[in-house]
Structures are given as C-alpha cells and as structure tokens.
C-alpha cells in the first residue's frame, strides 16, 4: 500500500520524521508522543495541509514536497480502520485534549503500525497515523519525493 505525505520546505528532507507532531501534538496524539500523519490520497493530503496554513498568498506558501510512502505489502491487512460511526460523537469537533485521547492504548502500546483514521474535511477519505514505534516501522520506504506545484486557484 501507498501513503502520501507532504511536507513543507526545510522538512522535506526527512519525511519520515515525527519530530513535528511529537513537539506539537495533533488530533488524535497529544505532545510529546509523536506519530506520522499521511493520507491514502494525495489530494486528502493537500487538504489537510493547507488547513494549517496560516492564510497566505500563493506566492508566500512555502515550498511543499510531496512524498510517496510504501508500506509492507503483509502488513496491508493489519491496519486497524476506524469509521466515523466507531468513533466518539465529539472525534469532529472536540477539543484536541478531547480527540487526544481516542487513541490512547494504541499510542502507548502499537499493536499495529497504522491506524486509519476519517479525515474531519472529508469523513469517507482517511488520513493513516503510523506509528514509529511499531518493529514495522523500520520497513516503511518513501519511493518518490518531489515538490508539489499548486494551482493558484487555490490561494483565494
């Protein structure tokens, strides 16, 4: 299976990093704890980029790259998929100390190198958290990485 992540300019040149979300914390991992965020698409994954980017001007969006993430083809059956309907009401709009904790026991203890998760922009779209502490982490590969034309149509 294929992922995509994007990442902005410096970053790009360590994709698989989750230095980010370990010193930020996100949806659904709190500070401290880091995971990598990637989407099945990489439309989803421009989408969900851009909604925290501050609002910008094409011209002053930093260069974004575009990596392509290969996931060992016997683990492709061992991701654990979430639906929207086995989720808290509040996995959309709570609180991120809220959301943080859904996946507490997974973040502790990864009984599987991905979880997918629905995206909040596009709930039948999803967004695979894969966790660096997993053994399987250690096989995943990015196989492309390139950077990422955007079409001024979306700078509005």
């Given at each position: 299976m294929e992922v995509f992540r994007i990442n902005k300019e410096p970053y790009h040149t360590d994709p698989l990093s989750v230095i980010g979300s370990q010193r930020y914390g996100g949806r659904w991992n709190p500070k401290?704890?880091?995971?990598?965020?990637?989407?099945?698409?990489?439309?989803?994954?421009?989408?969900?980029?851009?909604?925290?980017?501050?609002?910008?001007?094409?011209?002053?969006?930093?260069?974004?790259?575009?990596?392509t993430i290969r996931l060992p083809d016997?683990?492709?059956?061992?991701?654990?998929?979430?639906?929207?309907?086995?989720?808290?009401?509040?996995?959309?709009?709570?609180?991120?100390?809220?959301?943080?904790?859904?996946?507490?026991?997974?973040?502790?203890?990864?009984?599987?190198?991905?979880?997918a998760v629905p995206s909040v922009i596009i709930d039948t779209s999803y967004n695979l958290l894969l966790h660096p502490l997993h053994p399987a982490f250690a096989q995943i590969e990015v196989i492309a990485q390139r950077p990422l034309p955007l079409d001024g149509r979306l700078a509005r």
């Open positions: 401290g704890t880091g995971v990598l965020y990637t989407s099945r698409t990489p439309e989803l994954c421009l989408l969900e980029t851009l909604v925290h980017l501050p609002p910008l001007t094409l011209a002053e969006l930093p260069q974004l790259w575009l990596s016997e683990l492709n059956n061992a991701i654990f998929w979430l639906s929207p309907n086995r989720l808290p009401p509040y996995w959309r709009t709570g609180t991120l100390a809220e959301t943080q904790t859904i996946l507490a026991d997974w973040l502790l203890e990864p009984f599987s190198l991905a979880i």
